[in-house]
């Protein structure tokens, strides 16, 4: 858990050398650009709520095999002294060219309904946000949490029609409560995950967490998981249009919402959205896709595949768990370097061939020909 104020005080008083922490054994992208020099560059330096270079990192640090490991924190994220960092670090800055076009209510997306034996539950649309001059979680007192999720709430409060709902506090419900939203995909995991622990996005849980969602529980906003807000649009199904016509019409209310109450959401001409996680920075966002692929998911060449067509699969249950009777969540890899439409696209395009992939082990039939340039 990052440290405290005064412990980063403490630790000014020792050599760099002294505290640079032992990483040979590591193997993360943090590990790999935090040279001495640069730890010894930047160890003084903090945002106004005193998060340090050794906070950001303590992630990595107690997560050696994790692929980033570095978290941001405050209302200048750390991200800010990423600037000064090698161009291999974190992300490769270079690369990425932003492009702010937003999701178009109107675009033609198929309806994969039509592939119906091989759907499977739900599609999932969704962008994480971290409001501008708010402290982020990794760096939460009890105070902000309380705060954001006050500020939250009274803006989502606004909302109407279809969109109109209700907020569930995490601290009222039962065990029993939580599990089953979990299972049903629509609430957030508890803390348990080795990163959430180490970068302090656990601290105080439950106080000011919970799920705020319209009735048909359509239209969802987990408030202050992993970032201050992450909304979701989500249906059961193939009918992708439907799904990205209520996300774009939510997310443009909610930020008319927050701007009325003077607060934007933290942007960076640089990076693009700032968000907790650095696999987040960009776009945000995340589309899925639900789909039910026995025989492709145990293909020598599945991940070839996925590689290619630029996108990653989670468990049926999400991050970290089992494909259960052959359903995966596939969605973009790609937060950077791509805009929204061309990420939703992706997906669209890489989930058509996913399915005919299928039909084609389902009838003993070769994939070769099939088999797509890396995009």
Request: with cysteine; charged share 25%; aromatic share 8%.
């Amino acid at each position: 858990m990052p440290f405290s104020n005064s412990h980063n005080l403490l630790k000014m008083k020792y050599k760099p050398e002294e505290e640079y922490p032992d990483l040979k054994a590591h193997n993360n992208h943090m590990a790999k650009v935090l040279t001495p020099d640069l730890y010894n560059k930047l160890r003084d330096k903090q945002t106004p709520s005193g998060f340090t270079l050794d906070d950001c990192i303590q992630t990595g640090v107690d997560n050696p095999g994790n692929g980033i490991a570095m978290f941001p924190s405050s209302y200048v994220p750390c991200c800010d002294l990423t600037y000064q960092l090698p161009d291999t670090s974190i992300i490769n800055i270079k690369m990425a060219q932003l492009n702010n076009q937003r999701l178009p209510p109107d675009e033609e997306y198929p309806d994969l309904s039509t592939h119906n034996n091989h759907m499977a539950k739900v599609l999932t649309l969704d962008l994480y946000k971290e409001l501008r001059d708010r402290v982020t979680p990794s760096g939460f007192t009890l105070d902000d949490v309380i705060q954001t999720g006050s500020l939250s709430l009274s803006a989502l409060g606004s909302l109407d029609g279809d969109l109109k709902g209700k907020y569930y506090a995490l601290r009222n419900m039962t065990d029993a409560e939580q599990q089953q939203l979990i299972d049903d995909h629509f609430l957030f995991d508890k803390p348990v995950s080795p990163l959430l622990l180490a970068s302090g996005m656990a601290r105080d849980w439950p106080d000011a967490r919970g799920i705020w969602h319209n009735d048909n529980k359509t239209f969802l906003v987990w408030i202050n998981e992993e970032d201050h807000l992450r909304v979701i649009s989500m249906q059961k199904g193939g009918n992708m249009k439907e799904v990205f016509t209520r996300f774009c019409t939510g997310l443009t209310k909610i930020e008319s919402l927050f701007k009325a109450k003077n607060y934007e959401f933290m942007w960076n001409p640089h990076l693009g959205y700032i968000l907790t996680c650095p696999s987040n920075l960009g776009t945000g966002l995340r589309a899925g896709v639900h789909i039910k692929i026995p025989h492709l998911g145990k293909h020598e060449k599945f991940g070839e595949v996925l590689k290619k067509l630029r996108l990653q699969k989670r468990g049926t249950g999400g991050v970290d768990t089992a494909a259960v009777g052959g359903v995966f969540d596939v969605s973009n890899a790609d937060r950077l370097g791509f805009s929204e439409v061309e990420l939703v696209q992706m997906v669209v395009d890489g989930v058509k061939l996913l399915i005919e992939m299928e039909k084609r082990l389902e009838q003993g039939q070769s994939i070769d020909d099939l088999m797509p340039a890396q995009k």
